[in-house]
């Protein structure tokens, strides 16, 4: 398969390119990312001089370049993981969620269309589902969206125009609504890489609220699993839930943590808590189980003890995400065209 993946350089995205290029060697993949604050080219080590990897950088809300890469490549599918997919950052400003969530999607959506992609597979979140109660029921795919902040609002429209193209231009989408993630790669302004990288420098953990919001917790490479079975077997027009099975309050997982890289629990801080906070997420993924043949593989346990040491042995990493040195890699790397707004390049 000739298969474009938006941002592939982000955390999802990357896990996912690795895990495609170890499971189809002979598929070629495009990766189209505008690398912005969290995209970072280190996430793709080991694949510079994989001929059947090519590197797009540019904007998915950038019409033009969106629909000269679908006239210049023939795609059998995408695979569209490329947002803003911070809940904080979209409290402090909204608007390049609506524009890269709901305007580049459905940039993407009518390039697709146009060129009749054979599939379009949209990565969305089961934060569209809004929040539940202690007691209530797992979300299945039935649960009327109900998104609650910025992101899940952005996220939400995505996936509602995605289903729209399915149902009218008889648009082979494939909608996917993940829970929580963790693991290598991921940028460490979300709970588990911020907390491991904070414990591993002594620095105070800030636990928004009381702690106990509860999150259902996925072992990235599960996810991954789920996407590549939902590209190859899902049905256009449905949506698969995934979820690692593993609900944990917050506070449990920074204990976990704590634990692991064997530092006090007097490094928590409680701040105040996050407006509009969502209580509780659950995933119902036996439709998924039932139609992909997909389950979650990873225990908490071991994917927690696997992203430690991931963390841990990745310094450099670490430290050029923190310092911010990766984003001039693509500039000290590629050559830039002056005359087009994203540069074509040959990864290597
Ligand atoms: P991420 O923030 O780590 O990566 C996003 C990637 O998209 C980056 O490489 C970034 O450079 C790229 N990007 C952002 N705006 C772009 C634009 N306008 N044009 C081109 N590229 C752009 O995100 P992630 O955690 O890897 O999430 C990937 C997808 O999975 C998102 O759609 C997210 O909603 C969904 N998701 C995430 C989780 C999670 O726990 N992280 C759970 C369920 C679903
Ligand atoms: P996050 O990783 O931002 O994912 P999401 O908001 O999409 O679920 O946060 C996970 C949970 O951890 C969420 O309930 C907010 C909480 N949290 C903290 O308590 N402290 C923090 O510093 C962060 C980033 C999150």
């Not at 990565?123 to 902040?149: C, H, I, K, M, N």
């Not at 996936?159 to 790669?185: I, Q």
Request: net charge negative; charged share 25%.
């Amino acid at each position: 398969m000739n298969v474009l993946v938006t941002g592939g350089c982000g955390f999802i995205g990357a896990n996912f390119v690795h895990q495609q290029r170890r499971l189809y060697p002979t598929d070629r993949l495009v990766i189209l990312d505008a690398l912005t604050y969290c995209g970072n080219l280190h996430n793709l080590e080991g694949l510079n001089h994989d001929p059947g990897l090519s590197f797009v950088r540019g904007d998915i809300c950038d019409a033009d370049l969106v629909a000269q890469l679908f006239r210049d490549e023939r795609f059998d599918a995408v695979v569209h993981f490329a947002a803003e997919s911070h809940v904080d950052r979209s409290i402090l400003g909204p608007m390049p969620f609506v524009r890269t969530n709901v305007i580049g999607t459905t940039t993407l959506l009518e390039a697709a269309r146009k060129a009749q992609t054979a599939k379009f597979l949209h990565v969305s979140t089961d934060e569209v589902y809004g929040t539940l109660a202690p007691s209530d029921p797992a979300f299945t795919e039935q649960t009327p969206l109900s998104p609650r902040s910025p992101y899940a609002a952005s996220k939400a429209a995505s996936d509602h125009l995605a289903l729209a193209y399915a149902h009218t231009y008889g648009m082979p989408v494939v909608v996917t609504r993940c829970s929580n993630n963790y693991g290598p790669y991921q940028f460490p302004e979300k709970l588990l890489p911020l907390m491991i990288l904070s414990a591993l420098e002594d620095k105070p953990l800030p636990v928004y609220g009381d702690g106990m919001q509860v999150r259902d917790w996925i072992y990235v490479e599960d996810h991954c699993a789920g996407i590549d079975a939902a590209l190859r077997i899902g049905q256009p027009g449905e949506v698969y839930n995934f979820g690692g099975r593993a609900e944990r309050p917050n506070l449990d997982m920074v204990h976990a943590i704590l634990e692991l890289v064997d530092k006090p629990r007097s490094l928590i801080r409680f701040v105040a808590d996050r407006p509009g906070h969502d209580r509780r997420y659950a995933v119902d993924c036996a439709k998924a189980e039932r139609a992909l043949g997909w389950r979650a593989r990873w225990t908490l346990t071991d994917g927690l003890r696997e992203t430690v040491r991931w963390y841990r042995e990745h310094p450099a990493w670490c430290h050029s995400v923190r310092s911010g040195e990766y984003r001039t890699f693509y500039e000290r790397n590629y050559t830039m065209r002056p005359d087009t707004a994203s540069e074509v390049a040959q990864c290597g």
